[in-house]
């Protein structure tokens, strides 16, 4: 079978340092992305989400489960499928180009062997899709500094999810 490959990228005007911030920590993924929750299976060499991390993300009825393989500072995140798509040998990369005049491209790819013949494109499509969702609203919240700010205070410990930044807001907007 022939390796899929599927990529998206775009631009943000937000410095390679705060979308890696986001990025590297998998705790603040239900808070900017359509992921709904995480939770740390197994903390990484040198910290939480660090290499040798695992973690699962839920998202409806999905459940993934990862590995951070590669980091490399302000610049590179790539992890592992370990479970949850009907794919094999799954990497993926999030990765940061600085641009000239300030600003960054983001560019998330990944590479797999569907685990079933014929439904490679499929995947491709759908993976595609996903990335761009991830992109965009991971391009407001870098470009938003309040909204990040109080995603990292929040996103730290072994769970996180929708439900509890909606109740972190709602227990601000009451003071």
Not at 52 to 77: A, C, K, W
Not at 88 to 104: H, K, M, V
Request: charged share 25%; glycine share 8%; aromatic share 12%.
């Amino acid at each position: 079978m022939k390796k899929i490959h599927a990529e998206a990228s775009i631009v943000t005007s937000a410095d390679r340092d705060v979308v890696y911030s986001l990025v590297k920590n998998s705790a603040s993924y239900p808070f900017w992305s359509m992921i709904d929750e995480f939770e740390a299976v197994r903390p990484g060499r040198d910290g939480p989400y660090g290499v040798g991390s695992q973690r699962i993300f839920r998202t409806g009825r999905l459940v993934m489960h990862e590995e951070v393989v590669e980091l490399v500072p302000d610049r590179l995140v790539a992890y592992v499928l370990l479970s949850g798509f009907p794919m094999n040998d799954y990497r993926a990369e999030t990765i940061l180009d600085s641009l000239d005049g300030g600003g960054t491209r983001i560019t998330w790819r990944c590479a797999f062997y569907p685990k079933y013949k014929g439904s490679g494109w499929f995947w491709r499509l759908t993976m595609s899709w996903v990335f761009r969702r991830f992109l965009r609203m991971l391009a407001l919240t870098s470009e938003n500094r309040r909204q990040r700010e109080e995603i990292l205070a929040a996103a730290h410990g072994n769970a996180t999810s929708k439900r509890m930044l909606a109740a972190a807001e709602g227990a601000t907007s009451r003071t």
